[in-house]
Nanobody, 126 residues
Framework: QVQLVESGGGSVQAGGSLRLSCLAS????????MGWFRQAPGKEREGVAR????????YYAPSVKGRFTISQDNAKNTVYLQMDNLKPEDTAMYYC???????????????????WGQGTQVIVSS
């Protein structure tokens, strides 16, 4: 059973930065797509970024491309989301997700992922 634990959320002013971490455990095969999603109050959960662990291929939502960077540290079983130039509209609960797959290419929706962390809150003030 894959377990995911997020950390690193907090409150920052617009233009600031945060780095989220997702510690993964319980899997023996590296063929996982790891994703970051977010959900603001009253809105649906949306994909932010994802990375295919075996080769490091990354994908980003247009709203965060150029500001957010997803990366991995395989030795620490951790996936990161570096968030720079944060905007008030980035305020949301951020979730880490994982799914066994042969590619991340088609896995963009929450329904595509079976394993989820508990979430970490990000608040960006103007």
């Amino acid at each position: 059973q894959v377990q995911l634990v997020e950390s690193g959320g907090g409150s920052v002013q617009a233009g600031g930065s945060l780095r989220l971490s997702c510690l993964a455990s319980g899997y023996t095969d590296s063929r996982y797509c790891m994703g970051w999603f977010r959900q603001a109050p009253g809105k649906e959960r949306e994909g932010v970024a994802r990375i295919y662990i075996p080769v490091g291929t990354t994908y980003y939502a247009p709203s965060v491309k150029g500001r957010f960077t997803i990366s991995q540290d395989n030795a620490k079983n951790t996936v990161y989301l570096q968030m720079d130039n944060l905007k008030p509209e980035d305020t949301a609960m951020y979730y880490c997700a994982a799914q066994f797959a042969y590619s991340c290419y088609s896995l963009s929706a929450p329904k595509d992922f079976n394993y989820w962390g508990q979430g970490t809150q990000v608040i960006v003030s103007s």
